[in-house]
Protein backbone atom coordinates (compact mmCIF):
# COMPACT_ATOMS: atom_id res chain seq x y z
CA UNK A 1 0.00 0.00 0.00
CA UNK A 2 2.97 2.31 0.34
CA UNK A 3 2.82 2.42 -3.60
CA UNK A 4 -0.53 3.23 -3.59
CA UNK A 5 -0.57 6.02 -1.22
CA UNK A 6 3.14 7.46 -2.90
CA UNK A 7 0.86 7.42 -6.39
CA UNK A 8 -2.46 8.71 -5.00
CA UNK A 9 -0.71 11.52 -2.79
CA UNK A 10 1.48 12.82 -5.88
CA UNK A 11 -2.10 12.87 -8.20
CA UNK A 12 -3.98 14.26 -5.65
CA UNK A 13 -2.10 16.77 -5.13
CA UNK A 14 -2.17 18.27 -8.49
CA UNK A 15 -5.84 18.46 -8.91
CA UNK A 16 -6.51 19.62 -5.20
CA UNK A 17 -3.93 22.14 -5.23
CA UNK A 18 -5.53 23.72 -8.56
CA UNK A 19 -9.15 23.51 -6.83
CA UNK A 20 -7.93 25.11 -3.64
CA UNK A 21 -6.47 28.20 -6.06
CA UNK A 22 -9.47 29.93 -6.09
CA UNK A 23 -11.00 29.05 -2.57
CA UNK A 24 -8.27 29.60 -0.16
CA UNK A 25 -6.07 31.94 -2.86
CA UNK A 26 -2.66 30.60 -3.41
CA UNK A 27 -0.92 32.02 -6.43
CA UNK A 28 0.40 29.65 -9.72
CA UNK A 29 4.32 30.60 -8.21
CA UNK A 30 2.63 28.83 -4.80
CA UNK A 31 1.27 25.97 -6.34
CA UNK A 32 4.47 25.32 -7.91
CA UNK A 33 6.44 25.68 -4.66
CA UNK A 34 4.04 23.26 -2.85
CA UNK A 35 4.79 20.78 -5.72
CA UNK A 36 7.96 21.11 -5.85
CA UNK A 37 8.07 20.75 -1.94
CA UNK A 38 6.04 17.01 -2.23
CA UNK A 39 8.87 15.92 -4.30
CA UNK A 40 12.01 16.97 -2.77
CA UNK A 41 10.34 15.73 0.78
CA UNK A 42 9.26 12.07 -0.49
CA UNK A 43 13.33 12.21 -1.78
CA UNK A 44 14.15 13.33 1.47
CA UNK A 45 12.09 10.77 3.10
CA UNK A 46 13.48 7.87 0.96
CA UNK A 47 16.87 9.30 2.22
CA UNK A 48 16.22 9.22 5.63
CA UNK A 49 13.48 6.49 5.93
CA UNK A 50 15.77 3.51 4.31
CA UNK A 51 18.03 4.35 7.09
CA UNK A 52 16.05 4.32 10.07
CA UNK A 53 14.54 1.10 9.05
CA UNK A 54 17.54 -0.83 9.01
CA UNK A 55 18.59 0.84 12.05
CA UNK A 56 15.04 0.80 14.55
CA UNK A 57 13.27 -2.26 12.16
CA UNK A 58 10.97 -2.26 9.54
CA UNK A 59 8.10 -1.82 11.93
CA UNK A 60 8.81 0.96 14.12
CA UNK A 61 9.29 2.79 11.00
CA UNK A 62 6.46 1.29 8.93
CA UNK A 63 4.06 2.53 11.49
CA UNK A 64 5.83 5.92 12.32
CA UNK A 65 5.00 6.84 8.45
CA UNK A 66 1.74 5.88 8.36
CA UNK A 67 1.54 8.23 11.26
CA UNK A 68 3.36 11.20 9.37
CA UNK A 69 1.28 10.73 6.30
CA UNK A 70 -2.34 10.68 8.16
CA UNK A 71 -1.36 14.12 9.87
CA UNK A 72 -0.40 15.37 6.79
CA UNK A 73 -3.27 14.87 4.79
CA UNK A 74 -4.80 16.14 7.67
CA UNK A 75 -3.14 19.27 7.39
CA UNK A 76 -4.01 19.69 3.68
CA UNK A 77 -8.03 19.13 4.63
CA UNK A 78 -8.01 22.13 7.13
CA UNK A 79 -5.33 24.24 5.54
CA UNK A 80 -6.52 27.87 5.98
CA UNK A 81 -3.76 29.21 3.91
CA UNK A 82 -0.58 28.69 2.24
CA UNK A 83 1.78 27.85 5.38
CA UNK A 84 -0.23 25.27 6.83
CA UNK A 85 0.07 23.70 3.28
CA UNK A 86 3.38 23.66 2.96
CA UNK A 87 3.72 22.28 6.21
CA UNK A 88 1.10 19.53 4.75
CA UNK A 89 2.44 18.63 2.04
CA UNK A 90 6.43 17.99 3.32
CA UNK A 91 4.95 15.82 6.47
CA UNK A 92 3.08 13.78 3.64
CA UNK A 93 5.85 13.47 1.22
CA UNK A 94 8.44 13.08 3.91
CA UNK A 95 6.07 9.78 5.03
CA UNK A 96 5.51 8.60 1.69
CA UNK A 97 9.18 8.84 0.70
CA UNK A 98 10.26 6.84 4.24
CA UNK A 99 7.49 4.51 3.69
CA UNK A 100 8.85 3.02 0.31
CA UNK A 101 11.93 1.26 0.89
CA UNK A 102 11.11 -0.35 4.16
CA UNK A 103 7.73 -1.55 3.09
CA UNK A 104 9.11 -3.22 -0.01
CA UNK A 105 12.32 -4.69 2.91
CA UNK A 106 9.72 -6.03 4.81
CA UNK A 107 7.79 -7.77 2.02
CA UNK A 108 10.74 -9.34 0.50
CA UNK A 109 11.70 -10.64 4.17
CA UNK A 110 8.32 -12.33 4.48
CA UNK A 111 8.10 -13.81 1.09
CA UNK A 112 9.43 -17.62 0.52
CA UNK A 113 12.08 -17.84 -2.75
CA UNK A 114 9.58 -18.97 -4.93
CA UNK A 115 7.55 -15.51 -4.81
CA UNK A 116 9.59 -13.16 -3.47
CA UNK A 117 10.03 -11.09 -7.05
CA UNK A 118 6.15 -11.51 -7.94
CA UNK A 119 5.20 -9.78 -4.46
CA UNK A 120 7.37 -7.12 -4.83
CA UNK A 121 6.13 -6.28 -7.84
CA UNK A 122 2.55 -7.05 -6.86
CA UNK A 123 3.30 -3.06 -5.34
CA UNK A 124 3.37 -2.20 -9.06
CA UNK A 125 -0.14 -2.58 -9.44
CA UNK A 126 -1.02 -0.93 -6.35
CA UNK A 127 1.08 1.84 -7.54
CA UNK A 128 -1.45 2.11 -10.61
CA UNK A 129 -4.31 1.79 -8.23
CA UNK A 130 -3.12 4.17 -6.57
CA UNK A 131 -3.49 6.98 -9.75
CA UNK A 132 -6.71 5.07 -10.50
CA UNK A 133 -8.39 6.05 -6.85
CA UNK A 134 -6.73 9.40 -7.24
CA UNK A 135 -8.55 9.66 -10.53
CA UNK A 136 -11.95 8.59 -9.34
CA UNK A 137 -11.84 11.10 -6.54
CA UNK A 138 -10.88 13.82 -8.73
CA UNK A 139 -14.13 12.80 -11.42
CA UNK A 140 -16.36 12.50 -8.27
CA UNK A 141 -15.30 16.14 -6.18
CA UNK A 142 -13.65 18.13 -9.19
CA UNK A 143 -16.47 20.62 -9.16
CA UNK A 144 -16.76 21.48 -5.75
CA UNK A 145 -14.01 23.67 -5.35
CA UNK A 146 -12.60 23.51 -1.84
CA UNK A 147 -14.40 20.76 -0.72
CA UNK A 148 -13.12 18.59 -3.73
CA UNK A 149 -9.33 19.20 -2.71
CA UNK A 150 -10.33 18.19 0.74
CA UNK A 151 -11.91 15.20 -0.77
CA UNK A 152 -9.18 14.43 -2.47
CA UNK A 153 -6.68 14.71 0.22
CA UNK A 154 -8.91 12.85 2.70
CA UNK A 155 -9.09 9.77 0.39
CA UNK A 156 -5.27 10.01 0.92
CA UNK A 157 -6.24 9.99 5.04
CA UNK A 158 -8.46 7.38 5.34
CA UNK A 159 -6.25 4.60 2.77
CA UNK A 160 -3.66 5.60 5.10
CA UNK A 161 -5.28 5.40 8.31
CA UNK A 162 -6.78 1.99 7.39
CA UNK A 163 -3.06 0.89 6.39
CA UNK A 164 -2.03 2.20 9.92
CA UNK A 165 -4.30 0.23 11.69
CA UNK A 166 -4.07 -2.88 9.77
CA UNK A 167 0.16 -2.94 10.15
CA UNK A 168 -0.31 -2.88 14.08
CA UNK A 169 -0.44 -6.85 13.42
CA UNK A 170 1.90 -7.12 11.30
CA UNK A 171 5.29 -8.06 13.02
CA UNK A 172 9.08 -7.24 13.07
CA UNK A 173 10.97 -8.83 10.09
CA UNK A 174 12.35 -12.46 10.79
CA UNK A 175 15.73 -11.70 9.05
CA UNK A 176 15.80 -8.15 10.39
CA UNK A 177 15.62 -9.41 13.46
CA UNK A 178 17.89 -12.41 13.58
CA UNK A 179 20.57 -9.91 11.79
CA UNK A 180 20.52 -7.52 15.05
CA UNK A 181 20.53 -10.42 17.40
CA UNK A 182 24.17 -11.12 15.45
CA UNK A 183 24.98 -7.33 15.19
CA UNK A 184 24.74 -6.91 18.86
CA UNK A 185 26.34 -10.21 19.58
CA UNK A 186 29.61 -9.14 17.72
CA UNK A 187 28.71 -12.63 15.01
CA UNK A 188 31.59 -12.17 12.05
CA UNK A 189 28.41 -12.59 9.48
CA UNK A 190 27.63 -11.04 6.37
CA UNK A 191 24.05 -9.30 7.58
CA UNK A 192 25.81 -8.32 11.02
CA UNK A 193 28.92 -7.19 8.99
CA UNK A 194 27.32 -4.93 6.62
CA UNK A 195 25.52 -1.98 8.42
CA UNK A 196 25.93 1.26 6.22
CA UNK A 197 26.61 2.82 2.90
CA UNK A 198 30.32 2.73 3.41
CA UNK A 199 30.23 -0.66 3.08
CA UNK A 200 28.51 -0.13 -0.07
CA UNK A 201 31.17 2.20 -1.50
CA UNK A 202 33.95 -0.31 -0.21
CA UNK A 203 32.77 -3.52 -1.73
CA UNK A 204 32.56 -4.07 -5.37
CA UNK A 205 30.14 -7.41 -4.48
CA UNK A 206 27.94 -4.38 -3.31
CA UNK A 207 28.74 -1.36 -5.21
CA UNK A 208 28.50 -2.99 -8.69
CA UNK A 209 24.87 -3.63 -8.21
CA UNK A 210 24.39 -0.21 -5.80
CA UNK A 211 26.25 1.37 -8.94
CA UNK A 212 24.04 -0.56 -11.94
CA UNK A 213 20.56 0.09 -9.96
CA UNK A 214 21.04 3.99 -9.54
CA UNK A 215 22.41 4.75 -13.01
CA UNK A 216 19.29 2.17 -14.27
CA UNK A 217 16.51 3.75 -12.21
CA UNK A 218 17.64 7.78 -12.69
CA UNK A 219 17.97 7.67 -16.50
CA UNK A 220 14.85 5.39 -16.73
CA UNK A 221 13.04 7.15 -14.49
CA UNK A 222 13.67 10.89 -16.40
CA UNK A 223 11.52 9.47 -19.61
CA UNK A 224 8.58 8.28 -16.89
CA UNK A 225 8.89 11.28 -15.33
CA UNK A 226 8.36 13.60 -18.15
CA UNK A 227 5.55 11.16 -19.24
CA UNK A 228 3.57 11.42 -15.95
CA UNK A 229 4.36 15.38 -15.54
CA UNK A 230 3.93 16.57 -18.81
CA UNK A 231 2.10 13.58 -20.86
CA UNK A 232 -0.98 16.07 -21.13
CA UNK A 233 0.96 19.03 -22.08
CA UNK A 234 2.70 17.38 -24.99
CA UNK A 235 -0.78 15.82 -25.59
CA UNK A 236 -2.22 19.18 -25.97
CA UNK A 237 0.01 21.55 -27.03
CA UNK A 238 2.48 19.35 -29.13
CA UNK A 239 0.06 16.71 -30.59
CA UNK A 240 -3.07 18.74 -31.24
CA UNK A 241 -4.93 16.48 -29.02
CA UNK A 242 -7.97 17.54 -26.24
CA UNK A 243 -7.56 17.42 -23.25
CA UNK A 244 -10.41 14.96 -22.51
CA UNK A 245 -8.98 12.77 -25.47
CA UNK A 246 -5.44 12.93 -23.94
CA UNK A 247 -7.10 11.69 -20.56
CA UNK A 248 -8.85 9.08 -22.31
CA UNK A 249 -5.89 7.66 -23.55
CA UNK A 250 -3.70 7.87 -20.49
CA UNK A 251 -6.83 5.83 -18.31
CA UNK A 252 -6.76 2.89 -21.17
CA UNK A 253 -2.74 2.88 -20.82
CA UNK A 254 -3.28 2.52 -17.14
CA UNK A 255 -5.21 -0.60 -18.05
CA UNK A 256 -2.41 -1.58 -20.51
CA UNK A 257 0.05 -0.80 -17.91
CA UNK A 258 -1.27 -2.82 -15.27
CA UNK A 259 -1.59 -5.91 -17.48
CA UNK A 260 2.22 -5.51 -18.04
CA UNK A 261 2.72 -5.74 -14.37
CA UNK A 262 0.89 -8.89 -14.04
CA UNK A 263 2.78 -10.22 -17.29
CA UNK A 264 5.81 -9.49 -15.14
CA UNK A 265 4.52 -11.04 -12.11
CA UNK A 266 4.36 -14.14 -13.72
CA UNK A 267 8.27 -14.09 -15.19
CA UNK A 268 10.06 -12.92 -12.22
CA UNK A 269 10.79 -15.16 -10.47
CA UNK A 270 11.61 -17.93 -13.91
CA UNK A 271 14.69 -17.93 -15.65
CA UNK A 272 12.84 -15.93 -18.05
CA UNK A 273 13.89 -12.64 -16.36
CA UNK A 274 16.53 -11.39 -17.99
CA UNK A 275 15.04 -12.24 -21.30
CA UNK A 276 11.83 -10.68 -20.54
CA UNK A 277 13.67 -7.69 -19.74
CA UNK A 278 15.63 -7.21 -22.95
CA UNK A 279 12.66 -7.09 -24.75
CA UNK A 280 11.01 -4.70 -22.43
CA UNK A 281 13.85 -2.31 -22.75
CA UNK A 282 13.98 -2.50 -26.43
CA UNK A 283 10.25 -1.61 -26.30
CA UNK A 284 10.56 1.10 -23.84
CA UNK A 285 13.38 3.08 -25.21
CA UNK A 286 12.44 2.62 -28.81
CA UNK A 287 8.73 4.00 -27.71
CA UNK A 288 10.49 7.40 -27.46
CA UNK A 289 11.88 7.39 -31.14
CA UNK A 290 8.28 6.33 -32.70
CA UNK A 291 7.13 9.95 -33.00
CA UNK A 292 10.12 10.89 -33.64
CA UNK A 293 10.66 9.12 -36.73
CA UNK A 294 6.77 8.97 -37.81
CA UNK A 295 5.61 12.51 -36.58
CA UNK A 296 3.94 14.02 -33.58
CA UNK A 297 0.49 12.61 -34.83
CA UNK A 298 -2.23 10.73 -32.93
CA UNK A 299 -1.96 7.22 -34.72
CA UNK A 300 2.27 7.41 -33.71
CA UNK A 301 1.18 9.21 -30.05
CA UNK A 302 -0.60 6.30 -29.55
CA UNK A 303 1.77 3.80 -30.59
CA UNK A 304 4.32 5.23 -28.06
CA UNK A 305 2.20 5.22 -25.27
CA UNK A 306 1.01 1.98 -25.87
CA UNK A 307 5.09 0.57 -26.19
CA UNK A 308 6.05 2.39 -23.16
CA UNK A 309 3.21 0.96 -21.15
CA UNK A 310 4.11 -2.73 -21.85
CA UNK A 311 8.35 -2.14 -21.97
CA UNK A 312 8.16 -0.22 -18.93
CA UNK A 313 6.41 -3.02 -16.97
CA UNK A 314 9.32 -5.12 -17.75
CA UNK A 315 12.29 -2.95 -17.49
CA UNK A 316 11.29 -0.24 -14.78
CA UNK A 317 10.20 0.48 -11.81
CA UNK A 318 9.31 -3.38 -10.54
CA UNK A 319 12.31 -4.68 -11.80
CA UNK A 320 14.36 -1.91 -9.87
CA UNK A 321 12.68 -3.11 -6.71
CA UNK A 322 13.46 -6.78 -7.08
CA UNK A 323 17.18 -6.21 -7.79
CA UNK A 324 17.34 -3.81 -4.39
CA UNK A 325 16.34 -6.52 -2.57
CA UNK A 326 18.14 -9.32 -3.57
CA UNK A 327 21.71 -7.79 -3.89
CA UNK A 328 21.89 -6.53 -0.12
CA UNK A 329 22.40 -7.44 3.28
CA UNK A 330 19.48 -7.06 5.08
CA UNK A 331 20.94 -4.42 7.45
CA UNK A 332 21.25 -2.58 4.18
CA UNK A 333 18.29 -2.95 2.06
CA UNK A 334 16.48 -0.42 2.59
CA UNK A 335 18.92 2.23 3.12
CA UNK A 336 20.44 1.20 -0.74
CA UNK A 337 16.71 1.39 -1.90
CA UNK A 338 15.96 4.62 -0.16
CA UNK A 339 19.40 6.23 -1.88
CA UNK A 340 18.27 5.03 -4.95
CA UNK A 341 15.00 6.41 -4.79
CA UNK A 342 15.98 9.63 -3.76
CA UNK A 343 18.51 10.53 -6.19
CA UNK A 344 15.94 9.48 -8.92
CA UNK A 345 13.66 11.83 -7.22
CA UNK A 346 16.13 14.65 -7.56
CA UNK A 347 17.60 14.29 -10.83
CA UNK A 348 13.90 13.98 -12.63
CA UNK A 349 12.98 17.06 -10.32
CA UNK A 350 15.83 19.12 -11.95
CA UNK A 351 15.21 18.03 -15.19
CA UNK A 352 11.37 18.87 -15.52
CA UNK A 353 12.45 22.55 -14.78
CA UNK A 354 13.98 22.20 -18.73
CA UNK A 355 11.32 19.99 -19.66
CA UNK A 356 8.60 22.52 -21.26
CA UNK A 357 11.47 24.61 -22.87
CA UNK A 358 12.82 21.59 -24.69
CA UNK A 359 8.84 20.40 -25.77
CA UNK A 360 10.00 24.11 -28.43
CA UNK A 361 11.84 21.17 -30.38
CA UNK A 362 9.92 17.74 -29.40
CA UNK A 363 11.78 15.78 -32.04
CA UNK A 364 15.04 16.75 -30.35
CA UNK A 365 13.65 15.87 -26.96
CA UNK A 366 12.42 12.63 -27.45
CA UNK A 367 15.92 11.38 -29.53
CA UNK A 368 17.33 12.48 -25.83
CA UNK A 369 15.04 10.97 -24.13
CA UNK A 370 15.26 7.66 -25.87
CA UNK A 371 19.56 7.83 -25.68
CA UNK A 372 19.25 8.83 -21.83
CA UNK A 373 16.46 6.28 -21.00
CA UNK A 374 19.10 3.42 -23.65
CA UNK A 375 21.93 4.40 -21.40
CA UNK A 376 20.11 3.48 -17.99
CA UNK A 377 18.76 0.23 -18.88
CA UNK A 378 22.17 -0.53 -20.53
CA UNK A 379 23.32 -0.36 -17.14
CA UNK A 380 20.96 -2.52 -15.99
CA UNK A 381 21.73 -5.48 -18.32
CA UNK A 382 25.39 -4.76 -17.65
CA UNK A 383 24.81 -5.23 -13.72
CA UNK A 384 22.46 -8.00 -13.67
CA UNK A 385 23.08 -10.14 -16.99
CA UNK A 386 24.77 -13.06 -15.24
CA UNK A 387 23.40 -14.62 -12.40
CA UNK A 388 24.24 -13.90 -8.98
CA UNK A 389 24.02 -15.03 -5.85
CA UNK A 390 21.10 -13.25 -4.03
CA UNK A 391 21.49 -11.86 -0.82
CA UNK A 392 19.07 -14.03 0.75
CA UNK A 393 20.89 -17.02 -0.28
CA UNK A 394 23.96 -15.87 0.94
CA UNK A 395 23.34 -14.96 4.74
CA UNK A 396 20.98 -18.14 5.10
CA UNK A 397 23.58 -20.10 3.61
CA UNK A 398 25.65 -18.14 6.84
CA UNK A 399 28.70 -17.29 5.07
CA UNK A 400 31.05 -14.93 6.68
CA UNK A 401 32.37 -12.42 4.55
CA UNK A 402 31.47 -12.36 0.73
CA UNK A 403 34.79 -10.88 -0.15
CA UNK A 404 36.68 -14.09 0.80
CA UNK A 405 34.36 -16.64 0.15
CA UNK A 406 34.00 -18.46 -3.06
CA UNK A 407 29.96 -18.58 -3.08
CA UNK A 408 29.98 -21.00 -6.22
CA UNK A 409 31.62 -23.53 -4.06
CA UNK A 410 29.71 -22.88 -0.69
CA UNK A 411 26.99 -25.31 0.16
CA UNK A 412 23.68 -24.11 1.24
CA UNK A 413 23.20 -26.18 4.32
CA UNK A 414 26.60 -25.08 5.83
CA UNK A 415 25.48 -24.91 9.54
CA UNK A 416 28.04 -22.53 10.44
CA UNK A 417 27.59 -20.75 13.73
CA UNK A 418 24.19 -18.30 13.25
CA UNK A 419 20.52 -18.38 14.08
CA UNK A 420 18.74 -20.61 11.03
CA UNK A 421 15.93 -18.15 10.02
CA UNK A 422 12.60 -19.15 9.91
CA UNK A 423 11.49 -21.76 6.91
CA UNK A 424 9.55 -19.55 4.80
CA UNK A 425 12.80 -16.91 4.86
CA UNK A 426 15.01 -19.24 3.55
CA UNK A 427 16.25 -18.82 -0.04
CA UNK A 428 16.86 -22.37 -2.22
CA UNK A 429 20.28 -22.05 -4.11
CA UNK A 430 18.83 -23.66 -7.03
CA UNK A 431 16.75 -20.56 -7.64
CA UNK A 432 16.47 -18.62 -10.55
CA UNK A 433 18.72 -15.87 -9.24
CA UNK A 434 21.32 -17.67 -8.25
Known amino acids: ?67 MIVLGALLLILAPGFGALLAGMILMGLGTGADLPVSLASISEAAADHHRGKLVGFSQILWFGGIIGANVAGIIAGNLGRLGGQIMFAHVAVVALVVMIARLSVPESTAWSTAQRERHAGADTLRARRTGILDVLRDRTLLVPFLAIIGFYTLTNIGANTGGQFGTYIGVNVVGLSVQIQSALGIVMLGIGMLGAWGFMRVVDT ?164
Open 1 to 67: MASYIDAAAIVSSGTALVLYQHSIGITESQIGILSAALTLSIAAGAFTGGSLGDRFGRRTVFLCTMA
Open 271 to 434: PWRMRAYAVGAVLLAGSYLIPVLFGFTLVPWIAQSFFNAIGGAFAFEAIMKVWSQESFPTLLRSTVQGYVIAVARVVAAAVALFTPALMHTPGLAYFLIAAVVAIGLACGWAGFRRPRPDAFSQEDAAVPDSRTTDHSSTSFDDPRGVPELDRHDRVDAGGPHS
